[in-house]
């Protein structure tokens, strides 16, 4: 991944962390689960792809997931100009920062107690 | 790692991972403070008790219910329903406090009799409260008081009453939030499911972790009626025991507090399948994209457009005027548990503060992780200062006001320091649009006070400007803006209301009505089907 990408991928972690809240759920688990159906209805979104809304769980991601989307497109114009597969890339890195930052890298010592 | 260690505390090492500063290129893999801990010995904490947790903050807002202590007179007094959880009801629950007065020989004899007599004798002398909520504190748990079999024995025995048992001692966890964790489980297990609601509309919501502060609830209840969604219960401001019961029927759980109520809406998730919305009430920008979350899970963009477009025209102008006089002032955001991450980053952007610290007593590292993501750099945030760290930090930040609570607030007035009081509020409610320029006029007239120019000054050693007369708070925050920004067109300083909260109470909600007819009829027919 060139630095370029790198950067962008961390001004859009920065943009998540700063103002929204789905990524820091209580446990690893749903943590997981949060970010990866939020951040993959950005990406389906973001590629002009229809998202799953059968379910009223798969409702709730969608509706993060679009205003993340619509977020994205508003504020950084240069996310309007970048082709499906750079976009692809750029959700693909931003959900392996977003884990990082939530998850992996965490120094939060409750994501691994067992119950609620 | 960017720990900070403050000069008072250099005697207690266990506090050297307590307190963080957010420095240039630090994130959450290296700046995080330790939180939810066991409170050092020595540190003379001022945390709550987890009876207190499940008690003060999420019990005792339940507006149809007698709130009854089995412990001591002290643990009672202590949580005298004294944080402005207003309700519909002429504040029943604020106006009564209960308590069984354990006393020695109950702790020597057992107090399961007194508890069944108090229960009993409570019921007679409010006969029209058939609901009650009975805490457990450190003294009956020591004892091993069963309350359960006595709450059941008392509910055979009246027939009529329901009796809700809530086990969060004093010492049920480090801090308060160990009584949120137990009161949160308890009312899931105990109550949910034992109601059935009577659906009045296609979109049925429970608002989750809003305690009615100053009618913050009422508030974000009037948006969602106003796009004709059904509020089931509110978890737990200004709502019944019964609304609360049914909270299995609704359709998506709106989460505002995260810290004090998210346990129960990831209960209602794993249980019923209701998915949960975290939203932020606060701030414009975010309350609009939290209202149009709500409303596109329904299919209510259009209603809920309305009604942000008509809220920020209405309150913008209002805003913007406080934001040109607030601009670069240096708060603490020293609140309780969510303001901490709800205003962290949107004060700075909306009102065009400096958000220099920002603190909890009783937070986990999740919510300091939400601080922390949203405040900017330099801020210091601390877990579970003691005053001597709180007066430290004050003295090395100077802000210009600091947003906490009435303990804390007062010892910062005591170094000439305003303070607003965010856990009750001064002049609330602050949820909502009108309530974010609510705040803003509050932090104005804390911040631009003419007593507190006045009490700044030394008599003992200042010199007393004699040459110029009395000035007030416009010719005191007008002084660095030019004319052309002191009087931008439309832009003025709040006009709402005194109280902008009882009128909602008698008002017709037309989308509501509509929705409520719809049902109605759908139910007639049922009861009588065509032939
Ligand atoms: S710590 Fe125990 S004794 Fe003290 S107020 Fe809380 S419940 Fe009562």
């Not at chain 2, 609009?288 to 329904?298: G, Q, R």
Request: net charge negative; charged share 25%.
């Amino acid at each position: 991944m060139d630095e370029t990408m790198k950067e962008k991928i961390e001004i859009l972690a920065d943009y998540i962390m700063h103002r929204c809240l789905w990524q820091f759920h209580s446990r690893a688990w749903d943590r997981e689960r949060q970010n990866a159906q939020i951040l993959g209805v950005a990406k389906q979104l973001l590629l002009g792809e229809e998202p799953d809304l059968s379910t009223p769980e798969l409702k709730c991601y969608w509706l993060d997931g679009f205003h993340l989307a619509k977020g994205f497109r508003q504020r950084f114009d240069w996310v309007n100009q970048m082709s499906k597969e750079e976009l692809a890339t750029l959700m693909d890195g931003l959900k392996e920062r977003v884990d990082y930052l939530t998850i992996h890298g965490s120094l939060n010592k409750e994501l691994t107690v067992a119950a609620y | 790692m960017p720990y900070h260690t403050f000069k008072c505390s250099e005697c207690i090492p266990e506090r050297a991972m307590h307190a963080v500063v957010k420095g240039p290129g630090e994130d959450l893999t290296s700046c995080l403070p330790l939180g939810y801990l066991n409170t050092i010995p020595g540190t003379i904490s001022e945390r709550g008790c987890a009876f207190c947790g499940a008690k003060h903050v999420i019990g005792a807002p339940m507006k149809d219910v007698i709130h009854l202590c089995h412990g001591p007179v002290g643990c009672t007094y202590d949580t005298w329903h004294t944080k402005r959880y207003i309700s519909d009801n002429d504040n029943n629950q604020l106006k009564y406090a209960w308590a069984t007065d354990v006393k020695e020989k109950n702790v020597v004899f057992g107090a399961e009799k007194l508890l069944k007599k108090t229960i009993i004798d409570t019921f007679k002398a409010q006969p029209h409260l058939k609901r009650m909520t009975i805490y457990q504190t450190c003294a009956t748990a020591l004892i091993g008081d069963d309350m359960d079999a006595v709450a059941r024995e008392v509910m055979e025995e009246l027939g009529d009453v329901d009796i809700f048992v809530c086990n969060a001692p004093g010492f049920g966890g480090p801090s308060q939030s160990g009584g949120h964790h137990k009161i949160n489980i308890a009312w899931v297990d105990q109550k949910v499911g034992t109601k059935e609601p009577k659906i009045e509309s296609d979109y049925v919501i429970n608002y989750v972790g809003d305690y009615n502060i100053q009618g913050d609830a009422e508030i974000m209840c009037d948006y969602f009626h106003r796009m004709g969604i059904q509020v089931l219960s509110t978890f737990t401001g200004n709502s019944t025991f019964d609304e609360l019961a049914t909270m299995h029927r609704a359709h998506l759980n709106v989460l505002e507090c995260a810290r004090s109520a998210e346990y129960i809406c990831n209960e209602l998730r794993v249980r019923y399948g209701i998915p949960r919305l975290d939203i932020d009430g606060f701030g414009f920008d975010l309350l609009n994209e939290s209202l149009m979350k709500v409303a596109m899970f329904f299919g209510l963009e259009e209603k809920a457009q309305k009604i942000i477009d008509e809220e920020n025209a209405r309150w913008r102008p209002e805003l913007d005027w406080y934001a040109r006089r607030l601009k670069g002032k240096r708060i603490c955001l020293w609140p309780g548990g969510s303001k901490l991450w709800h205003w962290a980053h949107v004060i700075e952007e909306e009102m065009g503060v400096k958000v220099v610290s920002v603190y909890s007593k009783f937070g986990h590292q999740g919510d300091f992780e939400k601080g922390v993501a949203r405040c900017s750099e330099g801020a210091l945030a601390i877990d579970d200062p003691n005053e001597l760290e709180a007066l430290e930090a004050m003295e090395e930040l100077k802000p210009d006001i600091i947003l906490t609570g009435m303990r804390p607030g007062e010892v910062a007035k005591k170094i000439r320091i305003p303070y607003l009081n965010i856990h009750a509020y001064h002049n609330g409610p602050y949820k909502g649009y009108e309530g974010w320029v609510r705040l803003a006029r509050d932090l104005y007239n804390a911040i631009y006070s003419p007593m507190y120019q006045l009490a700044a000054i030394d008599i003992s050693k200042d010199e007393i400007p004699l040459e110029r007369g009395f000035r007030s708070r416009r010719m005191i925050s007008d002084v660095t803006l030019s004319p052309e920004e002191a009087n931008v067109e439309g832009e003025h300083p709040y006009t709402g209301e005194y109280d902008n909260v009882t009128r909602l109470r008698t008002k017709v909600y037309p989308e509501l009505e509509a929705q409520r007819a719809k049902h109605q009829e759908a139910a007639e027919e049922v009861l009588v089907p065509a032939k």
